[in-house]
Structures are given as C-alpha cells and as structure tokens.
C-alpha cells in the first residue's frame, strides 16, 4: 500500500517568495492534517481537513498560510509571502476518520527560507 | 505549555539494553499514543493505549497508562541499533477530540 506522499522533500526559497507543498495522503483515507516541525516549538497543528472540508485553519498561521484540498487523493500547502522563520519540516499526514485518530504521516519536506 | 510532555529530552543506551520513555499529562484523555520518528522520515505510530487500558505490548515494546498520576511510560527491550530515533507520546486535546497534541520528544541513542 502507497503511504503518504509529499513533494518536493527539499525547497529553497528567498524571502518574499510563494512557494507550494504537495501531499498525497493514503488512498481512502478521510482526514489530511498538516503540520509544521522544528526542534523549538515540536509540531503544530496548521490545517485540518475533513472529507476535504477545512476544519481548523491553523490560528496563528492563517496570515500566509493556506492550505487546500481539491479532491480526496491530493492538498496543497501555500506559504506566501515566505519569511526565514518558515524554516522548517512540513508534514503531511491522513487518517481513516476522526474516530481512529491514529495519524500516518509522510517523510515531509525540509523548507530552507534565505 | 505543552498538554503532553515527555520527562526526558535525551537517553542513551548500548544495544541488548532495556530502556523506558516516560510522559505525562494534562487533561483527561481517551487515548494516548507513542509515535518514533527517525532522521528524515515522519513520525510512525507504535502503540495507541486507550484510557480504560492499563499496558499494551507491540513486540519489544511495552507501553503503560496511568490515568491516576496522568503519565504513560514505553519500555523497549533489547534494544536494536534501529531503535535509534525520537520518541513521541501524543493525546487528544480534549477528551475524545480529532486534534492530536504531540510532547516535544526524547531522543533515543542507541549505540553498538
């Protein structure tokens, strides 16, 4: 079975950039979470979706960050303008359903912001 | 602060030995999780431990619940090489919720 897929796993930005993070979650999976991760504040939480509705839009990150979910099989994450304190690992992760609560994540994308 | 906290921020062990990850926690659960991270990949579950559960085995892991003192603990036993990684405990923010809240996680080192 296919697990979570994220591309690219490596991105360089400059600073006022826009740059998008992909993630395919497991197919029939029913929640897609996106997180952020660094060595000080661990993982938070920035999006939830739903059966491709947005649930929780992150708090504090809503300012530049949006993420979206065309279809159940594939969401983006859209970073814009970028700023050096974005630096950081962006996981992907997807659930069969609330209920499970049991995450599957993929192997995430490092995001270097000069 | 954190709602789930592991008690160490690094161990180290020799392979073959036996090691324990301790967390604890603030609010009432329905379901605590340990999940391992290794160098470049996402985090993996290991063990999901339900609130009206008291220890859960998964291979060389064992893993308790203590709802009393809000505090779960992971033992692995002889320890591998690959066991090298870091270790998160993760519960739901509030009692049977979608949001996972994840410690900050123990570094775990183990050398040949």
């Known amino acids: 079975d296919a697990g979570v897929t994220q591309t690219p796993r490596h991105e360089v930005a400059e600073k006022g950039q826009t740059i998008i993070l992909k993630c395919e979650p497991v197919s029939g999976h029913n929640d897609l979470f996106w997180y952020r991760q660094t060595k000080i504040q661990g993982l938070e939480l920035l999006s939830y979706f739903r059966s491709k509705s947005l649930m929780e839009d992150g708090g504090a990150f809503k300012d530049r960050f949006k993420a979206e979910m065309l279809n159940s099989s594939f969401s983006t994450l859209k970073i814009q303008p970028t700023e050096p304190k974005d630096s950081a690992v962006y996981l992907c992760?997807?659930?069969?359903?609330?209920?499970?609560?049991?995450?599957?994540f993929g192997a995430g994308t490092r995001l270097s912001v000069l | 602060s954190q709602l789930a906290e592991e008690n160490s921020w690094a161990l180290s062990v020799h392979e073959g030995e036996s090691v324990t990850v301790n967390c604890s926690y603030k609010t009432s659960i329905t379901a605590l999780q340990w999940y391992r991270q290794k160098s470049g990949k996402g985090p993996a579950q290991l063990i999901l431990i339900r609130s009206n559960e008291r220890e859960k085995r998964n291979g060389r892991l064992r893993a308790t619940l203590d709802t009393s003192s809000q505090s779960s603990s992971l033992s692995i036993t002889a320890t591998r090489c690959e066991d090298t990684a870091v270790y998160f405990c993760a519960t739901d923010a509030i009692s049977g919720s979608w949001q996972l809240i994840f410690g900050s996680g123990t570094q775990l080192t183990v050398m040949p």
């Open positions: 992760a997807s659930s069969p359903d609330s209920s499970q609560n049991t995450l599957y």
